[in-house]
């Protein structure tokens, strides 16, 4: 049985194959469709922030503001706090929050910023109104989310659709929408927003350094990671269906045309003065 949106848990965790992939994002390569908006003045709210890479990018592009970045789970803040430490940051502060909830007042923020959070959240049309209730008139709020079921990749080694068709089924079980990107742009109309820009863009893996690293935080993630507890826990999957998932992982990184794209929706609306 799925569990109640409002009751949705991050299906991921934070084991070593997990925060393999989220220490790579940068504002670069995770954000871009924002980056033209950011003055170096602006007050930033950076939500799920996780071990803080992309928010310690935007701290250093708003030099004469600040950013603040928060996370419901405690415990990853301390390595965010570490990365921005590590980077000799000032203007940069970290808080527990839920974006359900947020315990900020209407309009603090010039920019209000989530990368891969609504797919995990219990509700997501009321994560965005808060969103937009914490933002200034005429500031940002800019969300970026991957897609599951638009992933696609060559050449097809069965145990990759396998792969997709678990993702899908646990992420759902646990209250979260795994095709969240698809939805982005219908969520922030019916959360109110009404000076919306909708995007895309992908990460693409094809070389083989690129393969073997995005293989390898899967098939270990599979194996390892909060994700693979919840499979078996939740009757989806057993410990052998999960090695041959991983294994099919491993194999389509040795392939030297192996090719791996991966889509994201972007939406940059702008909350009216």
């Known amino acids: 049985m799925s569990k109640p949106r409002e009751t949705a848990v991050y299906t991921h965790g934070h084991h070593e194959s997990v925060l393999r992939s989220h220490t790579w994002r940068t504002a670069a390569n995770s954000a871009g469709y924002l980056l033209g908006s950011l003055k170096p003045h602006m007050k930033v709210l950076d939500i799920g922030c996780g071990p803080g890479t992309i928010t310690a990018d935007l701290a250093e592009l708003v ?4 950013v ?5 789970a405690p415990e990853i803040l301390e390595q965010a706090r570490a990365t921005a430490t590590g980077r000799g940051l000032t203007n940069i502060d970290f808080a527990v929050a ?5 315990e900020y007042p209407d309009d603090t923020f010039c920019v209000v910023h989530a990368h891969q959070v609504l797919q995990h959240v219990g509700d997501p049309v009321q994560a965005l109104r808060e969103m937009v209730r914490v933002t200034r008139p005429g500031g940002f709020v800019a969300v970026r989310d991957s897609d599951y079921a638009a992933m696609t990749w060559y050449p097809p080694v069965p145990g990759l659709d396998d792969w997709l068709d678990l993702y899908r089924r ?3 079980a646990n209250g979260g929408e795994p095709d969240a990107g698809r939805r982005l742009y219908s969520w922030a109309l019916e959360a109110g927003l009404t000076d919306v820009t909708a995007t895309s ?5 094809a070389t083989e350094e690129e ?12 194996l390892a990671s909060a994700y ?13 269906q999960l090695r041959s998932v991983s294994e099919a992982w491993r194999a389509w990184g040795r392939r030297s045309d192996g090719w791996f794209a991966v889509l994201h929706a972007e939406i940059l609306g702008r909350k009216r003065a």
């Open 63 to 66: 030099p004469d503001g600040h």
């Open 68 to 72: 603040t970045g928060v996370d419901r």
């Open 98 to 102: 839920d974006v359900h909830a947020l």
């Open 170 to 172: 646990v992420a759902r």
């Open 201 to 205: 863009s992908t990460w693409t893996f």
């Open 211 to 222: 393969r073997a690293w995005w293989s390898g935080l899967w098939a270990d993630r599979t």
């Open 228 to 240: 693979a507890g919840r499979a078996t826990s939740g009757g989806h999957a057993d410990e052998e």
